[in-house]
């Protein structure tokens, strides 16, 4: 299949999901925000992600495709399309299916569990998986999910950590995508924002360690939520 990608600056990139597309045969195209806002048509591709950003979504004087990426976005929703969006990428996804985004009580960066709520323990996109590890955080803002969506992880920093809406859509607000040079891109380009708070580590907590099994649960992830595609 064709994953189509929309990528907002240039050092938050797909990062493990090139590594899940390459070993599944599938190809990327992009649409580089940062470059150009050039949408395709839907026929063009098969599947979408949404990556995240340091922009918010409701910046749309400061960044004019917002708008029209918002309009791309929901178009592929109607579709029935499979659709990721990964911290950004998931605020974009909630407010198209009518959630509303919002400041988050506290800014979250760094390495932090998250847990199953009620509706993730039961859900099929996560039966058998375990996020016993840590994941990698880097968010400012949260979103008011619709009840039409589920909302599958929580922790004590945030309440909606990840959701499903209908059968092809999912949002994740953490980076399960994340590798150590992606991290170490977003440490160069956001040291401003790593101001000390209860949920924000430091450079060095950051960078001292990775854990890889998020990378192995986004291509599970990955796998099932593109299943119907095969």
Not at 1 to 6: D, E, F, P, Q
Not at 132 to 155: C, I, K, M, R, Y
Request: with cysteine; aromatic share 10%; proline share 5%.
């Amino acid at each position: 299949m064709n994953l189509h990608i929309l990528q907002h600056v240039s050092y938050e990139g797909p990062g493990h999901i090139s590594d899940w597309a390459f070993e599944n045969g599938h190809t990327i195209s992009f649409t580089k925000l940062f470059e150009a806002a050039d949408f395709p048509v839907q026929l063009d591709f098969d599947a979408l992600v949404i990556l995240g950003g340091p922009m918010n979504i409701y910046d749309e004087q400061q960044f004019g495709w917002l708008a029209d990426e918002k309009r791309f976005i929901k178009q592929t929703i109607v579709t029935g399309k499979p659709v990721l969006g990964i911290c950004l990428g998931s605020q974009l996804i909630a407010e198209a299916i009518g959630g509303k985004v919002v400041r988050n009580s506290d800014t979250e960066i760094g390495w932090f569990p998250v847990q199953k709520t009620a509706l993730g323990e039961n859900h099929r996109l996560l039966d058998g998986l375990d996020f016993d590890s840590p994941v990698f955080h880097w968010h400012g803002d949260t979103f008011e999910l619709p009840e039409s969506a589920q909302n599958l992880l929580e922790n004590p920093a945030c309440k909606n950590q990840m959701f499903a809406f209908a059968d092809n859509v999912l949002g994740i607000q953490f980076h399960p995508e994340a590798t150590p040079a992606s991290i170490a891109q977003m440490v160069i380009n956001g040291r401003d924002e790593l101001v000390s708070a209860r949920f924000v580590q430091s450079e060095t907590e950051i960078l001292a360690r990775h854990f890889s099994r998020p990378n192995a649960v986004l291509s599970e992830l990955l796998d099932r939520l593109t299943n119907v595609l095969r």
